[in-house]
C-alpha cells in the first residue's frame, strides 16, 4: 500500500539520521564526516515530511472527514500534530542551518539537534502509528 510505503521511507530517513547522530556521540566519526553526512539529510527529511503533511492537510485528511464525519476528533488529534512537528522540524531546520554554516567542530550544537531529533522522532513514531490505525481502514474500504 502506498501510504505504507511513504511512511516506511520517512522512518528509514529517520533512523539514518538518529544513526549518524548516535555514531557522532561515540566517537565512530568525526566532526567533519558527520557534518557532511547528517545535513543534508535532515533538509531532505523536513523537505519529505512537509511536502507529506502538506498533502494530508490539503487533500486526504479533509476529504476523509467529510465521508466519515465520526473520526472528526481523530483527524483533529492528527492535524494538531502536525502543527506540532513542523515547529519541532522548523527548529531542526534552524539548527541545521548553523550546522551546515558552522567550521568549527561545536558540541553543544550538536546536542541541540540531537535532542531535537529525538523529539520529532517520538513524537512522529506515535503520529505516524495512530494515523495508520485511523487512514489505513478507510483506504481498504474504498
Known sequence: MFWLSIHA????RQHVLI?????????DIEW?????????????????LHQHHNIED???FPQFMRMYPQLK???????????HLDTLLNELQVLNSRLASSN??????VEQLHQRL???SELL?????????????????N
Do not use: C
Open 125 to 141: 513514531s506515535q503520529h505516524l502509528t495512530d494515523e495508520e490505525d485511523l487512514v489505513i481502514p478507510i483506504l481498504g474500504l
Open 32 to 48: 567533519l564526516e558527520y557534518r557532511s553526512q547528517i545535513s543534508p539529510r535532515i533538509n531532505q527529511y523536513i523537505f519529505k
Open 9 to 12: 521511507d520517512i522512518r528509514k
Open 19 to 27: 544513526q549518524i547522530s548516535d555514531a557522532y556521540h561515540a566517537g
Open 104 to 109: 568549527t567542530e561545536d558540541k553543544a550544537l
Open 118 to 120: 529525538m523529539d520529532a
Open 73 to 83: 476528533a481523530g483527524f483533529e488529534i492528527l492535524d494538531r500534530d502536525h502543527v
Open 58 to 60: 490539503t487533500g486526504y
